[in-house]
């Protein structure tokens, strides 16, 4: 079992109540039954032809031959099946060849195949983000040029935005881009690193939606344009080479099935790339893509978190190992290791952290759903929300996905450590989520620096909303009560410290106001996930209380009210001990000096 089709179904209907998204126009098609025919199918999929490669995909990484990169020969029928099944473009309008699935239901999918094979799984959705800002940006050329191709799946979709003087500052890219007597079109000079799925031979081309600075613009961010720029442009003769070379491929820690390649462009003075939208606008178009990338990535990290946690679930229950602390009776047999205390609190820890992360990521895709199809007061509400919600989705479950896997690998002990297992590999996947689509302190001072403020705290006014809905419902269940009381006074905390913080930035000490916004991510983030957690338990201890609730189903809530009540016992006390540390004026990271290390 590398997910849980229960505790999907769980969210997706009894919590978030996606049948209900047929009520807007553009998904009135939809029902729970297509909702449940597009899941089984991803998960036919991920068993059939992602879950075989994951060990194989590790083994056999990428590797530069002449110029291209190789990846597993498996890599052409699963990109294929993603294009010929409709998944790149499922989201996308009828009109443009898409199912106008929810975005929720998508991402659902896509935490299924990410848990049998995160490698494999990033293929094809990097090509519905490149897709998807030349669809909203580009020129009706543009479109008719690309899309149809990227959706088959036949070309591959890139975001190439870094370089080796600019990763979280793209202020400086230097790549460049000159004006050719063609309208639109310009001549790209420059070099991109770390691009993902960058180059590789299962598919005929790559489509790179890079970002480039046109000679006279503005400087810094203000400066920057997009541009589709292909590895191979097409011409009457069909594709010739667009003078983009791969210089290299990154042999990683994890998450080695995906190419990740060092890219030059223009080296011959002939790679030319076409403007998206207008100049200069290029930074604000890709954080369209960067967005929904980043609720992708915590997505990443929570189901590579799931397989992690089903795996050593599994051996926990499986692995005999000492006896009970009161039996002393060396004749008894062993029991298994689910039955000594330590050993559940690394599942439970596991479990609360990866279903909170879960349930916040598809709360998230549902927000964007209905930001995307709504009006109005509805539509910037939850446009805003997801806003503020974004830094804490993608960092949160990386973050802690980190640690969760640690356990998984700790609970198999010396087998955790060996390449017998999947856990070693799950350990080394995740840690790629608190890097990539911004580092964890690019979305601290994200939160801190710009959500917390934006329209006047607005955002951060629907946050402790919607918290005080969960805290009112859970109110009418006496046993939630304490649970919905601790969630209260964490609230009334994080308002504390944010008021600190923002006297702080109001007496012009942006340094010291700033200094420690990770620790503050931190703090909101496990707020958040409590929130969710708690919501989970209204809906899991109604379902108890209630006597059509069938047997077979009450292990389940018991499981949800477990992993609510560990992690409000055991995480989000360290609100207090972040609270103070962020209430207390002590600038040793500011004033220890670079010479001092
Ligand atoms: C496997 C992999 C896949 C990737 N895929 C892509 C891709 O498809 N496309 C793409 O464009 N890029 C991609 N990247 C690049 C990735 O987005 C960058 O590595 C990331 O943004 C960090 O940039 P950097 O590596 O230059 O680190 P740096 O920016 O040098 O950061 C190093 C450290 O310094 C900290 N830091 C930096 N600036 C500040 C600051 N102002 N204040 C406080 N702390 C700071 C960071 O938080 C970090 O801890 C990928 C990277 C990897 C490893």
Known sequence: MFYSKRNLHFNLYEVLQAQELNKYAYYEDHSAETFDLVLESAEQIAEKMLLPLLTEMDRDEPQLVNGRIKVHEGMKPIIKKFGDDGWINATFSYDEGGQQLPGLIHNAAAFIFQAANYSASVFPFLTTGAANLIRTFGSEELKATFLETMFSGKWQGTMALTEPDAGSSLSDITTSATPTDEEGVYKIKGQKIYISAGDHDACENIIHLMLAKIAGGPAGAKGISLFVVPQKRISENGLEPNDVATAGVYHKMGYKGAPIAHLMMGAEDNCVGYLVGEPHKGLSYMFQMMNEARVGVGMNAAAIGTAAYYASLQYAKERPQGRSITD???????????????????????????????????????????????????????????????????????EMCCLTTSAAVQILGGAGYTTDFPVEQFYREARIHPIHEGTTGIHGMDLLGRKITMQNGRAAVLFFNECGKTIHDAREIPTLESCASELENSLRTLQKVTNHLLGIAKMGDTEAYLADATLFLEMTGIIAIAWQLLKSGVVSQNALNSETTHDSDRNFYNGKLAAMNYFFAYELIKVEGLAKRLQEDNKVTIETEADWF
């Open 328 to 398: 002393k009776n060396p004749a008894n047999p062993q029991i298994s290791i689910i039955h000594h205390a330590d050993v559940k609190r690394m599942l439970l820890f596991q479990k609360s952290v990866v279903e909170g992360s879960l349930a916040l990521l598809l709360y998230c895709s549902k927000l964007a759903d209905i930001a995307h199809v709504s009006s109005g007061e509805e539509q910037s509400e939850a446009a805003l929300l997801l806003d503020f919600l974004t830094p804490i989705a993608k960092s949160y479950p990386s």
